[in-house]
């Protein structure tokens, strides 16, 4: 019997500092799109995924966000917030700060990222235990900051190297995961290797990766974006906004329907 995956873990402990930098002030979480804050995008495939529980993770004028995103809050989640005090080192700290709050495999995601509702679906339908499964998108001419994109090297199905400098790469990591609990363990792995006790993310990958349990899932035509810079900003809104007219005109003209 497949084990239900009902936990998430966000991370949202950053500055948003790009942002910051062209004088947007908000917290990229309930940065305004399409009226509504990009977070609740997230929470929004979450709960239609079955996620019953999140841990947010939080840094950055950690109070602050936290009263912002309250409201926002569906009421079929439990929320934990988690406060991360090394913020400012690699978001690898802030997924260990969360490991006391889960207590199996869960989805983790980030809290400046946008995706079709149907990723974290197929990603739930598809991973499988004691692996990390990634979202991986293989549309690189579609990706709007290539350089900036975390990037994968697989073979078949298993991711063997990832990077943002890799030069010989044929996906893209989307920031979605479905992650096992001994992913930790790579995590802390990383960080105890590193002078600063330090680690990102990508190192705790990279370290499950080289035992051959990273498995790369392919979204195929779906739609994600991450917001970083005002222009991605305009741009997953564009999307968000073609889609939502495309939602539109599928959807039978009842009017119509009940005058024939």
């Given amino acids: 019997m497949r084990e239900t995956i009902s936990e998430a873990v966000i991370l949202m402990a950053g500055s948003g500092s790009r942002l910051r930098e062209h004088g947007e002030n908000r917290f990229k979480p309930t940065l305004s799109l399409l009226g509504r804050p990009l977070i609740s995008y997230t929470f929004d495939a979450l709960t239609n995924a079955g996620i019953k529980k999140v841990s947010a993770l939080l840094g950055f004028e950690a109070d602050a966000l936290q009263n912002a995103l309250q409201p926002i809050i569906p009421p079929q989640i439990e929320i934990a917030w988690v406060y991360n005090s090394e913020w400012q080192k690699q978001n ?26 149907s990723i974290v679906d197929l990603l739930v339908r598809e991973t499988q235990p004691r692996e990390l499964t990634v979202a991986i998108d293989r549309k690189l ?20 190297a990832i990077g943002k400098q890799l030069q010989t790469y044929n996906a893209i990591d989307t920031g ?85």
């Fill in 92 to 117: 690898g700290l802030s997924v260990l700060a969360a490991k006391p709050h889960v207590s199996g495999r869960f989805i983790l995601t980030m809290g400046d990222h946008l995706f079709d509702p």
């Fill in 141 to 160: 001419k579609s990706i709007f900051d290539l350089n900036d994109a975390m990037k994968l090297q697989l073979e078949s199905d298993r991711v063997v």
């Fill in 176 to 260: 979605l995961f479905v992650c096992p609990p001994q992913f930790f363990d790579y995590l802390e792995t990383a960080k105890y290797a590193s002078e600063r006790n330090d680690c990102s993310l990508a190192d705790g990958v990279r370290l499950m990766a080289e035992a051959g349990a990273v498995r790369g899932i392919d979204i195929g035509e779906r739609w994600w974006q991450d917001v970083d810079t005002p222009e991605m900003l305009a741009h997953a809104e564009e999307q968000l906004r073609t889609r939502r007219d495309q939602l539109a005109s599928a959807r039978p003209d009842r009017g119509n329907r009940a005058q024939n």
